[in-house]
């Protein structure tokens, strides 16, 4: 696997790429990322996009080491890390997670807000969403080798995207936190393939390193 850093300089984009940008959203990222995978039949890549004054900034782990070209700007290096069992890792998660009820998909944090609303008080209710969160981090885990020490949530966002005229809406929220490996090549193959649902449009990338004070 590489792991690559690109930067796209807003500056860089013509009227038209900007136009693009404000009426399709994630997925015009999406396309554009593609272009530095050429032949590439299907999607190869997680990506994570994080926005900075003037530009935009892509992580990005994908199986070939991407091409670069303009506008774009990029750094690549091969991911291969030796991971143990019993090793501790920081980990930061941008994910949309879901819970399927009578064969839909539902966004599992408003899920918890219906699931809670007149049960409680309305401060109360972000803790339970956080916590189902949580819960649904540690299944991840449970199916893909890793446990939970810490993990803290942040910036729930609801977001909307057009694919082929339609519109296209899903949620993201930010884990971080630590973690310990119980099988390594479990974990690993679920790092590679990406956590929870969205993963073409920016979430789903699980950042990691070492745990500093292990």
């Known amino acids: 696997m590489y792991l690559s850093k690109i930067m796209l300089q807003t500056s860089a984009l013509s009227p038209g790429e900007l136009l693009q940008l404000v009426e399709r959203g994630e997925y015009v990222m999406h396309q554009w990322l593609w272009t530095l995978f050429p032949g590439a039949a299907k999607r190869c890549y997680l990506y994570r996009r994080e926005e900075l004054q003037g530009s935009f900034c892509f992580y990005v782990l994908s199986q070939e080491a991407p091409h670069a070209r303009p506008p ?65 981090l540690l299944r991840q885990g ?36 630590v973690l310990i490996v119980t099988d390594p090549d479990a974990f690993l193959t679920r790092l590679a393939q990406g956590f929870g649902k969205s993963r073409a449009f920016g979430c789903g990338l699980m950042l990691i390193k070492p745990d500093a004070g292990q």
């Not at 501790?88 to 899920?111: I, T, Y």
């Not at 007149?118 to 972000?126: L, N, T, V």
């Open 142 to 177: 449970e199916q893909n080798g890793f446990t939970l020490v810490d993990v803290e949530t942040d910036a729930y966002r609801q977001q909307q995207l057009r694919k082929d005229g339609q519109p296209i809406r899903f949620s993201s929220v930010d884990l971080t936190g």
């Open 72 to 136: 774009f700007t990029l750094e690549t290096r091969p991911f291969s890390p030796a991971l143990t069992s019993g090793q501790r890792l920081r980990f930061n998660l941008r994910a949309n997670p879901v819970v399927c009820k009578s064969g839909k998909r539902h966004d599992l944090l408003m899920e918890a807000k219906y699931q809670w609303r007149g049960k409680a008080e309305k401060s109360e209710i972000r803790g339970y969403q956080e916590q189902a969160v949580r819960d649904w």
